[in-house]
């Protein structure tokens, strides 16, 4: 379910667009925002972006975050993983993972739109 945060300004709807539009030509099968920026918006040291996507599979990992051209003057985590890799390394029972589950905003509706 994808939560639209912007309507208390904590993160607004341009910024979404914006990142959904940087992201659109990976194809993500599904890319979040998660931790402390859903909560603090702009006050938030960085934001965490994770996003899964097939197209990582002709990158060495090290290499994948050239790929990016992420919006605004913001610090990024990014978790920048194929499917296969994800459930690999971030199984279910990590906490890392359950968190995420728990309290994230799916950009879903922002890098498939237009």
Do not use: C
Request: glycine share 4%; net charge negative.
């Amino acid at each position: 379910m994808t939560k639209r945060v912007y309507e208390d300004e904590i993160i607004t709807k341009e910024f979404l667009l914006e990142l959904g539009k940087s992201i659109k030509f990976l194809k993500p099968t599904r890319a979040l925002i998660f931790g402390s920026y859903l909560d603090k918006g702009i006050l938030a040291r960085d934001i965490d972006l994770l996003i899964l996507s097939d197209y990582f599979n002709n990158y060495l990992w090290q290499d994948r975050f050239e790929l990016l051209d992420l919006p605004g003057n913001h610090f990024y985590d990014l978790f920048l993983y194929t499917p296969d890799e994800f459930k690999k390394f971030l199984p279910l029972t990590n906490l890392l993972r359950q968190n995420m589950e728990k309290h994230h905003l799916d950009l879903e509706v922002y890098y498939n739109e237009g």
